[in-house]
Structures are given as C-alpha cells and as structure tokens.
C-alpha cells in the first residue's frame, strides 16, 4: 500500500489552522511533553497550540505575523525508508496540492536515536514555503516530522524544532 507521509499533513495544515484554537490539550499531554501510544517529544519553549488528531499531531506557533507549523504523524507501512523517501519524493514533485515543488537538499540523519532520511523543499500554497521533512521506518511503521514556514522565516524557530526532533521517542 503506497503511503504519503508528506502530502497528508501538510494538506491538513490548512484544517488545522481553522480548528486548533478550538482543540483540548490531549489526555497523555503536558504543557511540556506530547505522547501517544506510539511516540512523544518534548514541545518546544514558546505559544505553540497543539491540535492532535488520531495519530498525528500538529503543532502551531501562536503568532499573528506568519506561519510556523510542526506535523507529527504515524501509521503502518510494508515500506522500507529508501522507498517511502522514493514514494515522497515522487509524491512531492507530482502533487497537485504542493505547487511548485522544489527539493533543495536531503541527506541521512539521526533522530533522537533513531536513522531517518531528511528533505528540505519548498512549494507554493497560498504563500510560497519553506519546510524539512524527516522520514522514520521502524517496527512496521512510518514516522513523519515536517517543519514547515511561510518562505523567509524558517530559521526563525529552526532551533526549537531541532529540540523537538532531539526529544523525539519512539515507544
């Protein structure tokens, strides 16, 4: 079964937006922690609103100014990590929802502990924007973590994304 760990969540990005204000803190949820049955992180100093739905959670920079938005997310996959960063790339660069699609880098990288893949790319969806995504393939599942902001603010709140991704733990 072909999976899109990328194109999901940032296509919920813009439903997210709408209700995140209006989502409760989740059960297993500090102000300083996110956990579900199959991962947690620390989430990172500042307003960040965090919406969770099922097993994805995203979380947004309550700022006025411009978007800065963090998507977590999880589910089964049959795929190794070189194929799910195939299918992504693929999925990226022929999406009809992330116009104009660019990667401009990926590299292998740690998380936490775990290995992941990384790409860095930027689209177009109402504003132009700028993201990284790290793809993790553990135990039967993929893990996506995509940073993502309006384009010339994305090492604005870079630092406390990569805390994030050095908290994050897979159970």
Known sequence: MKKSTVLLPLFLLSITILTVACAPLAANQTQDTFENDYYSFEIPDGDW?????????????NNDDYLVNIVVETDETLLSLPELVNDNR??????NILINTTITHEAAAIVGIET???LEFNYHLINPVEATNYLIVKNGRYYSITYQTEEGYFDDHLIEFETLLDSFEIK
């Open 90 to 95: 693929e999925d990226m660069i022929t999406s």
């Open 116 to 118: 992941a893949h990384q």
């Open 49 to 61: 609103i965090s919406a969770p739905a099922g097993d994805m959670v995203s979380l947004i920079l």
